[in-house]
């Protein structure tokens, strides 16, 4: 049982580049996240979805597009990298509403 | 707006000894509270989850309690380990018309080292 698998690890993009972070679950869940963050800071969310084929902005969405095809999937995908998009993401996932969040190991991105 | 807090931002103790961890929330219609631990270069674990109809959670050496009228959440963790060591993040499930989406609002951590 995997959990949630994040890909890749590392990434080092140019300014203006674009690319999709990938994340994948294997437990069923309905609910997924994906969440931004910076050193010494919280994470902060950027976009989540309730079922496939639905998804909704979360605190920090510019700059970020989503979408939700299959329940197992969740790809984010920056479209014109920017320095301020510098950070760590995280992917999670959970069963319901109220049920604990299950966290990727996370996708360091650097932008220069 | 909600915002979590967490205090202190860096705790040293030494093996054995017993330990609390604070949080807290400044919106106290919360849907759900959560604890966390994150090793270093590594994503989150869940340690608990509190209902907001709860007033505490315990999983073996950990007990979380949760005071909404107050804002409040503390982490007991006793007998600390060196394996303890780790960041242990707050996070508060909104409550929005009866539900949160799951979404959560994570304070900064506390960095905890216990050294043996």
């Known amino acids: 049982n995997a959990g949630v698998t994040q890909t890749p690890k590392f990434r080092i993009l140019k300014i203006g580049q674009s690319m999709t972070l990938q994340c994948a679950q294997d437990m069923n869940h309905n609910y997924m996240y994906w969440y931004r963050q910076d050193p010494g800071m919280g994470l902060k969310l950027i976009y989540y979805s309730v079922g496939a084929g639905i998804t909704d902005k979360g605190e920090v969405p510019n700059g970020y597009n989503v979408s939700r095809s299959t329940t197992e999937d969740f790809p984010l995908r920056l479209e014109l990298a920017a320095p301020s998009q510098t950070s760590v993401y995280f992917c999670?996932?959970?069963?319901?509403?109220?049920?604990?969040?299950?966290f990727g190991n996370g996708t360091r991105l650097t932008v220069t | 707006k909600q915002e979590v807090t967490q205090i202190p931002a860096a705790l040293s103790v030494p093996e054995g000894e017993n330990l609390v961890l604070n949080c807290s929330f400044t919106d106290s219609a919360i849907y759900n509270l959560q604890w966390f631990r994150q090793d270093p270069g590594k994503g989150l674990t869940s340690l608990l989850l509190?209902?907001?109809?709860?007033r505490e959670q315990t999983s073996g050496r950990l007990n979380a309690s949760l005071d909404k009228s107050s804002g409040r959440s503390t982490l007991y963790i006793a007998a600390s380990q060196p394996g303890d060591s780790a960041t242990y993040l707050c996070a508060v499930g909104n409550n929005a018309g009866g539900t949160s989406y799951g979404k959560l609002t994570f304070g900064q951590g506390t960095i905890l080292t216990v050294h043996p």
């Open positions: 999670a996932s959970s069963y319901s509403n109220n049920s604990p969040l299950h």
């Open positions: 509190i209902q907001s109809s709860q």
